[in-house]
Each structure stands twice: as C-alpha cells, then as structure tokens.
C-alpha cells in the first residue's frame, strides 16, 4: 500500500509540474504579441578647438513593420543629460544640463533646476557617486548662475524628414569633455529587481503589479502558501526578506527594498553611430490577454491544486487516526463536534482549537 501511494505520489507531482510549465510557455508565448522592438539610432558629431566644444546630435527610430506606430526619440527617451567637465576626463567638477522632452520636443534652459529631481531619477548604482558631488553641487549653486548661462554660446534643435529625425546642437566655451545620459521612457512603472529576487523569480525586470503575481505563482507552487494567507518563508526567502513567515498581504512593503529604477543609457560622446535595440509595447495589435485556452488551462490548474490539499487534508486525519484512535475520538468530541456548542470563528481557528485540546485532554 505504502509503495503504491508513493508512485501516485510520484505521478501527481509530475504531472503538476508538467501543467505549470506548459501553463508558463502558453503565457510567454502569448505575451511576445504585445512586445515589439524598436532600434533607436544616435550620430554624434562633436570636436573642440579654440573656441570652445561643438555637440551634435542626430537621432532616429528604425521603425520594424509588424505595427504602424511610428516613433520618435522623445517618444522612447524620457529625458537626456550632458555632463560636462571644465578640465579634463579624470575631474569631477561637473554640472549636469537638463535637456528634458516635452510632447512639441521643446528645449530647457535651465541649467541648475531641479536637481533633486535629477537624483531621483537616477539609477540607486549611482548614488554613492552623486553623494560625493554633492558638496560641489552646492558650491555651483552658491555661485552666480549668469557666470554659467554665458558658457554655453548657443543651444538648438529641429526637426526635419517627415518629424522621424530629431536633432540638436549645443555649444560650449570651456567644457572638453561630455558624457551623454539617457533616461528611458517608462510609462508602465517597469523595475529593475534586485539580484537576489530576480534569481529567485528569474525575472530582470517587472512592474510591481506583475511582480505580485509572479511571486503567488511561486508561493503556490512550492506550497508555502496556507490558508491563513500566511508565507512560511524558505531559507533563500528568509535571506531576501529577513522574516521567518509573514502576510501576503505585506508583501508589497516587503518588495519595496528590492525594487530599483531602471538603469540609464551612458555613452562616452565620441563620433559615431550608436544603436539602442528597446522592447516596447506594440500599441497597434491588442490581443486578449486572458485567451480562452489559457482560462481553460488555469482552471484545471486550480481544480487540480484544490482537489491536492483535500486529498492531503483527508490523508492527514487517517494518518492520525490509525496513529491513535482513542486519542484521535477524545479531540473530536472535545474541539470538532458540532452539537455540543455553537463555536464563533476564533474557535474555528486551527491554533486556538489545538491550545484547547491540550487543557481539556487530561480531563477526558
């Protein structure tokens, strides 16, 4: 009997196992009709000479065909720094110039606003390095913001080709050295996930929504999931999250920790042609996201998953039974029987029934 059960056992995680991974393929499968893939092409064309330090920048999307959105730069790119050094590569004494995309690509000459908001954006890998500028940064604010804006000789940008190319200039007397930053569009509130989370979900990148999901998908499939909406933790959750158990319901507070912003796009500005291959939404086909097999499919799943934990539940009280009957009669006199009082829900609860069992079982 014990060897039979245990090939059963044996076939029904096989088959759970088998159903989840089809399960996921038919989602991924299903999921790559929304994405689509654009190339974002940058030319640069910058030199210095005795009157100071030339940038240009050219830009253009490689639209593929499998939509008919075509896009733009500012479509794709949120806003671009130019970082600039007075002396030489190796100085730190930099000031960021704010190039932020409006809708009519209109240019912002302010130099020195919102800095605050410029670290937020910014990747959390960096905020060490913009710690240490932050005393230079307060300098270049105490100082008289004219002496800066007479610096830069003339700022420009158009738009030409049909508005699919967008360009600018910038002119400066006495910077040598640039670095151009590239911050992403990111609409849907997309996350880069910390190493230990993202070997854990095996996932780089997700919403915080999404990230919810993924992560009940885990806790049902290695059943560390109760009833109670409880999480009994693993030891590579507990090295994660730092608890033994907790709620389901913290666990958006838990994965905050663990949620970063996405990394920016940092090029050295040098001539050339750059190519940026990004994955967007294909905001021409909207196929259904719950596809009638894949509903069919979950169901089954479900029922599956629900029919495991009654077979488990009935196996556990014949378990417990055939261990000790009489012991196992005096509990369900004392806790489970209906008739003898009518029990509100903290009794029901399988803690307090246990606790109870144990003051009355001597007196049985």
Partial sequence: MTSRYENLKKVENQINDLCLLKRLKIEAEHRKRIKCTKTLR???NSYSDSDGFFFRLDSRVLNDFKNNREMKLSDLIERIYLIRSFKDQEDEFKIEDDLKFKDE???EDDLYKDQDDQ???SNKDQ????DQDKIEYQELHDLNSNEYNNDVDDICE???QGDDVESFEFRSKNAKFFKLVLVLNNSRDIMKLSPSLSSLLQVSTCSKPNLL???YKYAIKNNLLDKDSLVTCTEELRNIFKVDSFKFTDLPELVDDHLYPLDNIEILVQDGCYDIILEVDDLFQHPKVHHKDVYNLERRIDTTF??????EKRRRILEDFSFNPLNFINKWISVDLEEFSNKTGVFRDERVQNIMYELLKDVL
């Fill in 119 to 121: 670290r937020d954006s």
């Fill in 306 to 311: 629900e029919i495991k934990n009654n077979l």
């Fill in 158 to 160: 158009w738009m030409m």
């Fill in 105 to 107: 690509f209109k240019f």
């Fill in 213 to 215: 999901g993924l992560f």
């Fill in 127 to 130: 905020e060490k390095i913009e």
């Fill in 42 to 44: 940058l030319y640069i």
